[in-house]
Each structure stands twice: as C-alpha cells, then as structure tokens.
C-alpha cells in the first residue's frame, strides 16, 4: 500500500498511509495531509490513487508544489520522487516502509520566503534551460570540460576514450566508467566500470533512474540533471 512520508529538516515527522482514492494536503485540519506552516495554502495538492499510479495536483497553490525541485501542475509519481511543499519534504513510496521512524519535531515553524524564492528561480531557470534545448540536459558542474550536454541520445557513454560523449577527469576511473540511457519510463545511470566510481546523490549506484536536480559523479566529474518536459 502506498505512503507519504512526511520530512522536516530531514526528520520524519509522519507516515501517512494512503488507504483510500485520494489525500488533501494543506494547512488547516481538514486535510488528510496537515502542513501547518504560513507558506502552505488552505487546500494545498490532492493525490489520487489508481491502478496505474498516484497523480499529485498543485490546487492554485500560492508558493507552489515541487517534485524533485521542479515546479508542477500535474504529476505522475514514481517510488522516491520528493515533494516540496513550503518547507516541508513529502516522501511518495510505493509500497509502505517497515522500518521508517519518527522524530519529534519542537518549535514553530516559519516559512522561509528566501528558500522558497530560490526553489523558484532555480525552476524558471531549468525550464529556460531544457526548453532552449529541446530535451533533458546534464550540466558540468565540477571537474567537467562541458557546462551544458543535451541527452539528445538514447545512450550517452562518460568516460576517458576517445568513444565517450562526455569526457570525465579522474585517474583511477575506467575508461568506459558509466552510460546514461533514455528508456520508456525516463533517463538511468548505469555503472560499467569500477564500482566506487560511480555515484547518484553521493551513494554508490549500480542502475538507477534519474530525478530532476539528481547529482552525479563520475570519477571525479560532478554533472546535474535537468529532466526536460514530459
């Protein structure tokens, strides 16, 4: 069954299971999802459950909802996509977690105007950015001889010979070290070399699918992703 783990400053603060068709979120009570923080509307989002997924809904919301750091209307979700509502993150899983555990959480919360304003600017300027190419986009970010690399290509090869798309830096990484693959269901990282040498979001990754503002390091190169338009 499905569930929302719902994160402040990193803590988890509650587990909501989704044992019906749809959950309000926003800020007063009558929500099944209550975010009580001045940045979060009335009647926030709405997710809606159904046999091929959960669909998360911005309600005309003020501040806006975010999936993986992009600003969103409508939203299919997948099992890990992080939701960010004022300052709260809102964890989608699939299936519920057994060993997930609550933290308390004390004080008062504020919204912070300059995070939320950052988390807007930062999506205006992903959505210029893949709109100008036409496509998802990988920006250098250290360590890199690229700032912007459309993922134009079904499969795009990181590594030191002459083969690869994209040329990473790092003395011990191997020279076919990791691909990017478009497949139905979005973009994936697959390692092909040495097994540290290949991380997602600073964890060691075998295959995994790619989010919007995922970081990934390759030897010592460092690129983000920036999902382009569904």
Known sequence: MPEILVKFEDKIIERVVAD???LTIGRTPDNDVVLDNRGVSRKHALIEFNPDGAV???NDSLNGTFVNNRRITEELLKDGDQITIGKFNLIYRQETEKDAKLSDLDGTMI???RMQKELL???R?????VHKAGCSVLLGEENTDI???PLD???IILGKTKYSHIKIKG????RMQAKITKEKDGFFLVNLGKKDKTRLNGELVLRSRLKNDDLIQVGRSVFRFMEGNK
């Open 153 to 155: 290509k079904n499969v």
């Open 125 to 129: 300027k992903t959505k210029e950015l």
């Open 147 to 149: 700032r912007e690399y």
């Open 121 to 123: 600017e930062k999506d």
């Open 111 to 113: 919204l912070q105007t």
């Open 56 to 58: 998360i809904m911005d």
């Open 20 to 22: 019906k068709k749809s």
């Open 171 to 174: 003395l011990f990484a191997s």
